[in-house]
């Protein structure tokens, strides 16, 4: 079985930083991609980031410059570090992580007040 555990959430003010984490336990076994997506009331999941097994990054257009994914290969953990925030940041954020199968973390709150 594995696990995904996510932290780093909160609320905090326009303009101001979060950082998330993720972190992977149980059997899970050549992790390759680890990600973020995120989900806002009324609105469809979507892809923030994607860090692969190489380091290898990518972003949504509307994070480029702000957000920064990371790993830490020998703790299985994912962060995303989110600086100047917006309102429109406010949503549910989710962790996947690819391995022989994929797997999604439980989601944790990002708010952003105005």
């Known amino acids: 079985q594995v696990q995904l555990v996510e932290s780093g959430g909160g609320l905090v003010q326009a303009g101001g930083s979060l950082r998330l984490s993720c972190a992977a336990s149980g059997r899970i076994f050549s992790i390759n991609t680890m990600s973020w997506y995120r989900q806002a009331p009324g609105k469809k999941r979507e892809f923030v980031a994607v860090i692969s097994s190489g380091g290898g990054t990518s972003y949504a257009d509307s994070v480029k410059g702000r957000f920064t994914i990371s790993r830490e290969n020998a703790k299985n953990t994912v962060y995303l570090q989110m600086n100047s925030l917006k309102p429109e940041d406010t949503a549910v954020y989710y962790c996947?992580?690819?391995?022989?199968?994929?797997?999604w973390g439980q989601g944790t709150q990002v708010t952003v007040s105005s």
């Open positions: 996947k992580v690819v391995g022989t199968a994929a797997y």
